[in-house]
């Protein structure tokens, strides 16, 4: 993408065109190097909604994802553009609550989530891979997204859901179409409206469950959402059902964006994949860069609850203050050539976010899912390769590939 020459402060980072193949990365350079704290003042698609401040380096997007009494979740939701989407039902999911209602809902969660404990489903994630993989037996080509990255994330997520295994398509299918309401191909009724479509089907299917666990009680996440208390009182029916798409947005979308980008990055850098196959203990290593490198939400935003100061630029009570992760894990303060995958870099990152209340809760399911998701494919098929061109989601919040086609080379034996 040309920058040489345009006007940095003037650009408009809501240009749908921008991101047709993923982030502009070389305008976040640009921004990083120029204006770190970046104005956008409007939306292509929502000439209503506000513009936004763009927070680009490492060190401010640790600064605000720490404060959350300056940069509230709750007083605006947590998307650049809400796009329609009614901000009580942002609200009523705990990544768009602040404290002290998020800590204690998040803490239903937490002791499920500790390393220990994940680390407890590593043979049943490392089967429900091999059972993908198995799959593909007998074919030459296959599509990663599709045939390996969505199904095996849906069905963890799924089992910790309680949802069956034959709804895992229908989940997959809300999931993206919700999150990826701007790219054509994952929702073809257009952006405006993705809101009325979805968020019906969303509840509707979501509360066929809840009916179920009412009647009878598992010890999957749903149930822990419907017989929770917070403060004595019990969720009400449009916060169990957010918060269970709130899990399962989570856990169907991001790993398999990272497995998806990951497995890119090693076939178009091959002497990086044989790094791994010749010594496979470096996989976790190669889970850290690809998340620094992909962080598969481009960005998440706060509010701010009063007028403040952001690296010398003046913040208003009510502006929008967008984390773009895409730009702080390629910052050149942090990172020597940042564009370079290197499975031996073993950096820190802000993929799950940059520390403060609302770091992920994921973070020990997704690296499990991702590392054996990267083993077991290269075990199986080492000489992988590229069969043309993946697509990008076309999004300013998916940082994800749409389809990634491969040829799978012989089975090892
Ligand atoms: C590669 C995988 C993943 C990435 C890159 C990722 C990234 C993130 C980020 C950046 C946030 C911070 C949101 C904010 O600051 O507003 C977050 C929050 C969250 N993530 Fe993940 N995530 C991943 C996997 C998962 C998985 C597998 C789950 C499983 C349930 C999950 C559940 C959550 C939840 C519930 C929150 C909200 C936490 C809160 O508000 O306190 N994530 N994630």
Redesign the pocket.
């Given at each position: 993408m040309a920058t040489v020459g345009r006007d940095i402060e003037s650009v408009e980072l809501t240009q749908q065109e921008l991101w047709a193949d993923g982030p502009p990365l070389e305008l976040f350079r640009e921004m990083r190097s120029k204006c770190p704290i970046h104005r956008t003042e409007r939306f292509e698609e929502f000439p209503e909604e506000d513009g936004f401040w763009s927070v680009t380096t490492a060190e401010d997007i640790h600064t605000v994802?720490r404060d959350w009494e300056t940069y509230s979740?709750e007083r605006g939701g947590?998307l650049a553009a809400a796009g329609g989407f009614p901000l009580e039902l942002a609200q009523a999911m705990?990544?768009g609550m602040d404290p002290p209602k998020?800590d204690r809902l998040?803490a239903l969660?937490q002791r499920g989530?500790t390393p220990k404990r994940i680390a407890e489903h590593e043979e049943r994630i490392r089967e429900i891979t091999r059972r993908a993989l198995d799959r593909l037996e007998g074919r030459d080509t296959a599509d990663l997204v599709a045939d390996v990255g969505q199904p095996v994330v849906s069905r963890v997520?799924g089992s910790?859901m309680g949802i069956a295994e034959e709804d895992d398509a229908l989940w997959a299918e809300l999931v993206n179409s919700t999150l990826g309401a701007a790219d054509p191909d994952l929702n073809p009724h257009g952006l405006q409206d993705a809101v009325t479509v979805y968020v019906p089907q969303i509840f509707e299917n979501c509360q066929k469950l809840i009916a179920e666990r009412r009647e009878n009680p598992t010890d999957d996440l749903t149930s822990v959402l419907i017989h929770s208390e917070v403060d004595g009182e019990k969720l009400e029916e449009h916060e169990i059902v957010m918060g269970f798409f709130?899990?399962i947005a989570?856990?169907n979308d991001?790993?398999k964006?990272?497995y998806c980008s990951a497995m890119r990055a090693l076939m178009e850098a091959p002497e990086q994949k044989q790094i791994l196959l010749d010594d496979p203990s470096l996989v976790p290593d190669a889970v850290e860069e690809a998340?620094r490198m992909f962080?598969?939400?481009a960005h998440?935003r706060r509010t701010a609850t009063k007028d403040t100061e952001l690296n010398g630029q003046q913040i208003k009570e009510g502006d929008k203050v967008v984390m773009w992760?895409v730009s702080s894990n390629r910052d050149e303060s942090r990172y020597e050539d940042p564009d370079r995958f290197d499975v031996t870099r073993k950096p820190e990152h802000q993929?799950?976010?940059a520390g403060?209340?609302?770091?992920?809760?994921?973070?020990a399911?997704?690296r499990l899912?991702?590392r054996i998701l990267i083993e077991e494919t290269l075990a199986r098929y080492p000489e992988i390769e590229l069969d043309g061109r993946p697509q990008a989601v076309e999004s300013l919040f998916l940082n994800q590939l749409k389809t990634l086609p491969v040829k799978l080379g012989p089975r090892a034996a």
């Open positions: 994802s979740s947590v705990f990544i998020h998040k969660f989530f997520i910790f709130l899990l989570a856990g991001s790993t964006a990272t998340l962080p598969a939400f998440f992760y993929a799950f976010g403060g209340r609302h770091f992920c809760l994921g973070t399911l997704a899912e991702l």
